[in-house]
């Protein structure tokens, strides 16, 4: 049994076996040796985490019980998530004018990746049948990390988006087409790395710096932590504090009201 087929048994997420099996092909024969080396590199917590996941399932595949593979796992050490900072509101709309320059369906998937915080993952592997009407709102029903559930609504602006697309396009099984399937995360990352290099002013710009400003913006209207952790598809509201850390103007704003 290959490596896929046999994560497919463990009931991940298809967005889930996809990175699984990218990084499965990096690891070498040794590789309990190999992640120990990834360990003392000292990469960040969650970049190793997921490593170590790979092996543990890796080690599973070989025989040994999910507890034996566990109790083998060097323990993890790495560096914390460093704080990223959302798009500005001038970023924001720069963004906005070169998405709306690009082709389809990038243009939809890059808008829509800071209007509804989802992972890149999670909107590219999106199918139609995912997508529900509720009177007037859309509701899209995810499968987000560790095969977590979850219902979100879509803002009026993101509706407007998504429709328009629908209507044009009319895509038949997945949300956003590719040659094969759907469009792969690695294409839209390439548009990112694009828009980096071409604009300087948006040099930081990536999938999951959208997802920080989707939170950031949330966290400046008033939206409470706890329904930002359950938009973003959090377990531990801890994790989504992350995402809604102040900016110099929040602070200046809070300063001033003493």
């Known amino acids: 049994m290959n ?5 497919k048994k463990q009931a991940l997420a298809p967005s889930t076996i996809d990175v699984y099996c990218r990084i499965n092909r990096l690891i070498p024969n040794k590789e309990i040796e190999w992640l120990e080396r990834e360990i003392q590199s000292r990469k960040p917590l969650s970049t190793l985490m ?27 050490k790495g560096i914390k998530p460093k704080m990223r900072d959302g798009l500005t509101n001038r970023q924001l709309k720069r963004y906005e004018e070169i998405c709306n320059q690009t082709r389809e369906p990038f243009r939809t998937i890059l808008l829509l990746l800071y209007l509804t915080g989802f992972r890149i993952n999670e ?5 139609i049948n995912q997508i529900k009407q509720t009177g007037d709102r859309y509701m899209i029903e995810l499968v987000g990390k560790g095969g977590k559930h979850r219902t979100i609504p879509l803002s009026n602006k993101a509706q407007r988006i998504l429709h328009r697309y629908m209507n044009i396009y009319q895509p038949t099984k997945w949300l956003f087409e590719g040659r094969k399937d759907y469009i792969k995360p690695s294409s839209v990352r390439n548009h990112t790395l694009r828009i980096q290099k071409e604009y300087p002013e948006l040099s930081k710009i990536s999938p999951h710096v959208l997802r920080h400003t989707f939170a950031t913006n949330l966290h400046k209207k008033d939206v409470s ?18 995402y809604i850390h102040p900016s110099i103007d929040d602070l200046i704003k809070g300063i001033d009201k003493l």
């Open 3 to 7: 490596f896929r087929n046999f994560l």
């Open 50 to 76: 997921v490593r170590r996941s790979v092996v543990k399932f890796r080690l599973m595949m070989k025989g040994y019980s999910e507890e034996e593979a566990i109790s083998l796992l060097p323990k993890t």
């Open 123 to 127: 909107l590219c592997t999106l199918k």
């Open 225 to 242: 932590p706890l329904t930002i952790q359950m938009l973003m598809g959090h377990s531990d509201l801890k994790t989504t504090q992350r």
